[in-house]
T-cell receptor
Framework: KAGVTQTPRYLIKTRGQQVTLSCSPI?????VSWYQQTPGQGLQFLFE???????NKGNFPGRFSGRQFSNSRSEMNVSTLELGDSALYLC????????????????FGPGTRLTVT | DQQVKQNSPSLSVQEGRISILNCDYT??????FLWYKKYPAEGPTFLIS?????DKNEDGRFTVFLNKSAKHLSLHIVPSQPGDSAVYFC?????????????FGSGTRLSIRP
């Protein structure tokens, strides 16, 4: 079974620009979550999509948005980039159904390293 | 406010010995806990989990212990192998509803020395 894929793997943008990151979940997984990882901060939850609907949201500004398509693929968009947005952005997929294993046992992609200059 | 804390940023253990990674949490509503392992340039990989109704869960060389009264969990790796060198993240969540989200700790870098 193919794993979670993320594109692009690396991205360099300048302040004020916007960026779109893409994530393809494991086949059959309906939930896609996005995380931001910065040094010393661990993984910060951005949002989760399930069946094309945002089901859960973390404490990030409205510049961070996402969507999910009918094939469960997801995109994340960051507008008006700031230097502090430089991070590794990770996408994770799970079955998404009720029950601990379906909800919480997530499979992560390799991430997109975003650098804002 | 960090609800899940891994107070040791790094740990070095000799090959063959036991590695013990610790994690503390503040939210008494957390009822499901997970450990993930992350190699450089890869995403985290799910390792093992435990529900709050248990105090121990074992999977091969990996055992997770949960002490609810102390709001503490630990991951034991026995025996430690070179391939265990990675960053380990502890994570916790509340409830079994779809509105729950996973809170991660900041990670502990484990190095296994020969």
């Amino acid at each position: 079974k193919a794993g979670v894929t993320q594109t692009p793997r690396y991205l360099i943008k300048t302040r004020g620009q916007q960026v779109t990151l893409s994530c393809s979940p494991i086949s059959g997984h309906r939930s896609v979550s996005w995380y931001q990882q910065t040094p010393g901060q661990g993984l910060q939850f951005l949002f989760e999509y399930f069946s094309e609907t945002q089901r859960n949201k973390g404490n990030f500004p409205g510049r961070f948005s996402g969507r999910q398509f009918s094939n469960s693929r997801s995109e994340m968009n960051v507008s008006t980039l700031e230097l502090g947005d430089s991070a590794l952005y990770l996408c994770a997929s799970s079955l998404g159904d009720r029950g601990a294993r379906g909800l919480y046992e997530q499979y992560f992609g390799p991430g997109t390293r975003l650098t804002v200059t | 406010d960090q609800q899940v804390k891994q107070n040791s940023p790094s740990l070095s253990v000799q090959e063959g010995r036991i590695s013990i990674l610790n994690c503390d949490y503040t939210n008494s509503m957390f009822d499901y806990f997970l450990w993930y392992k992350k190699y450089p340039a890869e995403g985290p990989t799910f390792l093992i989990s435990i529900s709050s109704i248990k105090d121990k869960n074992e999977d091969g060389r990996f055992t997770v212990f949960l002490n609810k009264s102390a709001k503490h969990l630990s991951l034991h790796i026995v025996p430690s192998q070179p391939g265990d060198s990675a960053v380990y993240f502890c994570a916790a969540s509340t409830g079994y509803s779809s509105a729950s989200k996973i809170i991660f700790g900041s990670g502990t870098r484990l190095s296994i020395r020969p």
